[in-house]
């Protein structure tokens, strides 16, 4: 089970920083990412870390600005996201994968556990 917490509201400029709590297995094994969901958008990719935590990858449009990681003591994921825009609102969701390949990281459909979702709205 996956927990995301974090969302708020944010000034633009502002930062913020997402957790992603996992629950019920270890997190060690999987791939974790962050995705995000704007109203009438499909979802889309903004960051994943492997397993190992050795590599991380960003979409275009947040990279330089966010910065994924990883505790797998904690059962942890988190996304700090610096400089927010407005068009950084959406629903962020987490997700995990023990199996998922480098290749199909930005493919929402791909990943097999989400959790539920936190709103970040970048507003003034």
């Known amino acids: 089970q996956l927990q995301a917490s974090g969302g708020g509201l944010v000034q633009p400029g502002g930062s913020l920083t997402l957790s992603c709590a996992v629950s019920?297995?270890?997190?060690?094994?999987?791939?974790m990412g962050w995705f995000r969901q704007a109203p009438g958008k499909e979802r889309e990719f903004v960051a994943a870390i492997r397993w190992n935590g050795g590599t991380r990858h960003y979409a275009d449009s947040v990279k330089g600005r966010s910065s994924i990681s990883r505790d797998n003591a904690k059962n942890a994921v988190y996304l700090q996201m610096n400089s927010l825009k407005p068009e950084d609102t959406a629903v962020y969701y987490c997700?995990?994968?023990?199996?998922?390949?480098?290749?199909?990281?930005?493919?929402?459909?791909?990943?097999?556990?989400w959790g539920q979702g936190t709103l970040v709205t970048v507003s003034s």
């Open positions: 997700a995990a994968d023990s199996r998922i390949i480098l290749s199909s990281l930005r493919n929402a459909r791909l990943w097999g556990y």
């Open positions: 019920g297995r270890t997190s060690s094994g999987y791939s």
